[in-house]
């Protein structure tokens, strides 16, 4: 019983479930709509200063190149305290002001702590979705899908375990997404490592898609408890009963873990049982070498000198290799576009509501179901992309393409305030907004090798505040403030100095989505030129490299360990042989 509670404490799986739990309070830049209002009420914000600091939110939650330079030469759980600090000193700070618990704070303050606070997610998925990718990189994007979709559900997570603490209070919001993430980093912060093994086969997939299960089940409990929340009032013991189902379903995962991590162990257990203690060691030996990646030697070749003379796609770029690729310029543009129309809207969704007439209740609905499709976007376009290019051989970037065309709907729902339409627009967007991730993250693997992976993976998203500062601060923020001072000066009113600047009706957002559509269409005709560009690349074995790679080497190693005790030369793998197979004529010789 030891050996096992040893095996599941150190084992991948535990260390998939704790990136869950992080993921999936790491959501707090998704859920600006459910607080933004009280910032801009007590603070008396007018709306271009409240996109400002928006946007500097979401600068900072995008902004991770630190987090992933510093993940490159220390273990996780580095960055993931540093985010663990900076998530807690953000979040409480900006409670503190809405509070009123410090004298008002200058916009440059405010925008500096929610900048941090945001910050602080670029080092929770640095340290825990990387880690994942690392240890599972030949279902990335499975991978990549599921523990972002943890994140795409956040926001109704944490609706739901926040209404069990505080109720229907928001003001006390912001120091709960002080306190929970900070406290969950801090619980796993040694469990999230990267975990050296040759132990890998097609079944991993076959345990994530059990996970997916049952978060599919989280996510279908939440939507339906969303949809009763809105039909009936709830008093705080049920909102703490509906908390405890959440939790419990958080947790599920737990009994799939023990599950694996057991067979794991008894195999190992049944190994070391049918040998003799000395070819026992060697057995123990070469099932766990270590996993000698791929490095090409440095050659003291200046890397300014090779930038612009990459590799073939899917090899190992250096960082400014793919800085100045062609197939990078091209990703980063697509995002700029995509990327800013949608969280233009999420961020938003507060004051759009407000303007068309929606109660703080259905804004707090229309939030929690843009997190839910938030997930639904990246379990669907990780999965389901994947699947496709196995299948079918078709090149990830035209998943893309059709998102961007996708969200075009989302946002003409909202340019032209359709009746019920925002809740339609709040799917739309929120699917499309989930599924921009693990499609951008996915490719940047694939397309520059995974040796730099930390750093690049944060390039990916450097190009969604561009985006966002051009469309919500200098569009929907300018237009916004125009047309709410066109309507006071309609009513002979004039602005109080700090008096909150708001508009009403639908033409509040209609000009800017107007705007933001026709973007995210450029958008997609840009991405077309990245299909173009890598239709030759999927319609190959794109994780042949890595299989040879680690066929090589785990030979390599097994026949130095097996000679250099006596017994011979092994049984190699055949070319066409199973893993299985190979283990059989391993124990058979030893």
């Known amino acids: 019983m030891k050996g096992l509670v040893v095996q599941v404490l150190t084992g991948r799986w535990l260390m998939v479930f704790a990136s869950f739990l992080l993921m999936v309070t790491a959501g707090a830049s998704y859920m600006f709509g459910i607080y933004s209002n009280d910032i801009k009420f007590v603070l008396g914000y007018d709306q271009t200063t409240l996109n400002l600091i928006s946007f500097s939110k979401d600068l900072g939650a995008n902004i991770g190149i630190l987090s992933g330079l510093i993940n490159e030469v220390t273990p996780p759980w580095v960055v993931l305290s540093v985010g663990a600090v900076l998530n807690f000193f953000g979040h409480f700070m900006i409670w503190l002001a809405v509070a009123e618990k410090i004298k008002k704070p200058q916009v440059w303050q405010m925008c500096l702590y929610l900048g941090i606070g945001a910050n602080s997610h670029t080092f929770t998925n640095t340290g825990a979705l990387v880690t994942c990718v690392k240890n599972f990189p030949e279902s990335r994007g499975v991978v990549l899908g599921l523990v972002k979709g943890y994140t795409g559900l956040s926001a109704a997570v944490i609706t739901q375990l926040y209404r069990a603490f505080y109720g229907e209070e928001t003001k006390s919001f912001l120091l709960f997404v002080s306190w929970l993430p900070t406290a969950l980093s801090f619980a796993f912060i040694r469990t999230i490592r990267v975990i050296k093994t040759n132990n890998r086969s097609g079944k991993d997939v076959k345990v994530f898609f059990k996970f997916l299960y049952i978060s599919l089940v989280l996510a279908g409990f ?7 929340e809105k039909k009936f009032t709830f008093s705080q013991s049920q909102y703490a009963g509906s908390a405890a189902a959440v939790l419990f379903l958080l947790f599920l995962p737990l009994i799939v873990v023990v599950a694996e991590e057991y067979k794991v162990w008894k195999t190992n257990s049944s190994l070391a049982y049918q040998t003799s203690s000395s070819p026992a060691k060697i057995v123990t030996k070469i099932q766990n070498p ?35 690729s062609g197939e990078m310029i091209t990703l980063l543009s697509a995002t700029v576009c995509g ?26 609905t229309f939030v929690s179901l843009a997190s839910i499709w938030n997930y639904c976007g990246q379990i669907t376009i990780g999965i389901g992309s994947e699947m496709f290019i196995t299948k079918y051989k078709l090149p990830r970037p035209l998943f893309l393409t059709l998102i961007l065309l996708l969200s ?31 499609l951008i993250f996915t490719l940047i693997s694939e397309l520059f090798g995974l040796k730099y992976y930390s750093t690049l993976y944060n390039f990916g998203g450097v190009a969604s505040p561009i985006g966002l500062y051009l469309l919500n601060v200098r569009v929907a923020g300018h237009f916004y403030d125009k047309e709410a001072k066109r309507q006071m000066a309609a009513l002979g009113l004039k602005r109080k100095p700090g008096q909150a600047l708001n508009c009403i009706g639908g033409d509040c957002f209609k000009l800017s989505f107007i705007i933001i559509t026709g973007v995210t269409f450029f958008g997609a005709l840009v991405s077309v030129v990245l299909v173009c560009r890598t239709r030759k690349f999927y319609k190959g074995d794109i994780y042949k490299r890595f299989r040879r790679t680690m066929t090589t080497t785990t030979e390599s190693v097994e026949k130095e360990l097996c000679e250099s005790n006596g017994c011979g030369p092994i049984p190699a793998l055949e070319k066409n042989g199973s893993e299985k197979e190979f283990k059989r004529k391993e124990v058979d010789h030893v």
């Open 222 to 228: 939440l939507l339906v408890i969303i949809i009763v």
């Open 290 to 324: 270590p996993i000698q990646n791929k490095v090409e030697e440095e050659d003291g070749v200046s890397c300014w000198k090779t930038a612009f003379n990459p590799p073939e796609i899917g090899e190992d770029f250096t960082i400014l290799q793919a800085l100045f």
């Open 339 to 364: 990327l800013g129309g949608t969280m233009t809207m999420m961020d938003n969704l507060g004051q759009i509501g407000t303007s068309l007439g929606y109660s703080l209740n259905r804004i707090s």
């Open 408 to 438: 075009c709907v989302g946002h003409l729902l909202v340019a032209f305030n359709v009746p019920n339409g925002l809740y339609v627009a709040s799917v739309v967007i929120g699917f499309c907004f989930g599924a921009f991730w693990p």
